[in-house]
């Protein structure tokens, strides 16, 4: 959604501002959630000159409303934030918003990256922000967000993935799936019979080496397997398969 002004409201404290490029060749809307005035301007400002057209918002609730109603290609969002702290802002707008999120986090710790992961996020990123690296996971995450008409559907018994629409249906009922696990079941789907490693999995869906202690796969799996109705205790639709990563039944659909 390309926006054509900037917008200030309010004072300092509660202040939306749009910060955006004209460029119509500017490919996708970010929504970035962040109460530090300096770093919300330099990463907007950033990312703007790489032609992203930037939302800046400074508090939680007003985020959820400009979620809903701009609906950004991503957000970029902070953990720490006043009105609706950032895991409250993920796990609500899931109810509504399927693209990814980028957690922001100041909070280096597994628990809190785990907690991050567990509202909905698609990815984390500790602070602080790394211009490279912070644009590199975005332009990952929107890679496997976008559509690919090429792509062919997947049916595995009464598993359906459709890569297009994105849409994932069970028994031809819908599952609600964040843009992160949607793609971990379709990279598991399209090897299914076979283990998919730890490794790859990371790397495929982080654009990062796996490094032994990244639970972020292990995380999604597990939210997975509990919505596609997977024993956790005695899986039987994703198996792990010991040192050698994870596999997608195709005879237990």
């Known amino acids: 959604m390309i926006l054509d002004e900037c917008v200030e409201t309010g004072d300092y404290s509660e202040r939306i501002k749009l910060a955006m490029t004209t460029d119509k060749n500017s490919k996708f809307h970010i929504m970035l959630v962040e109460d530090d005035a300096s770093l919300s301007d330099w990463i907007a400002d950033y990312l703007t000159k790489h032609d992203y057209c930037v939302t800046v ?5 007003k985020a959820l409303e400009l979620i809903r109603s701009d609906e950004p290609d991503l957000v970029v969002l902070d953990v720490m934030l006043p009105g609706v702290d950032g895991l409250n802002v993920c796990r609500l707008s899931r109810e509504f918003y399927k693209k990814p999120i980028l957690m922001l986090t100041a909070l280096g710790s597994e628990s809190d990256e785990v907690m991050g992961l567990d509202t909905g996020a698609d990815d984390y990123l500790s602070k602080p922000v790394r211009p490279k690296i912070l644009l590199a996971r975005i332009n990952a995450l929107l890679r496997r967000d976008a559509p690919d008409s090429e792509q062919l559907a997947i049916g595995i018994g009464a598993l359906f993935i459709d890569p297009v629409s994105r849409n994932l249906t069970l028994n031809d009922e819908a599952v609600p799936v964040s843009s992160h696990e949607f793609d971990l079941l379709t990279l598991l789907a399209r090897s299914a019979g076979t283990p998919v490693s730890r490794d790859i ?4 869906m982080r654009g990062i080496e796996y490094n032994g202690l990244d639970r972020s ?4 799996i597990s939210r997975l397997r509990k919505k596609l109705g997977d ?17 997608l039944a195709p005879d237990a659909w």
């Open 231 to 247: 024993d956790a205790s005695a899986p039987t639709r994703i198996k792990t398969v010991r040192g050698k990563g994870y596999l």
């Open 217 to 220: 796969i292990d995380i999604s």
């Open 57 to 61: 918002a400074s508090r939680g609730d």
């Open 201 to 204: 999995l990371v790397t495929e």
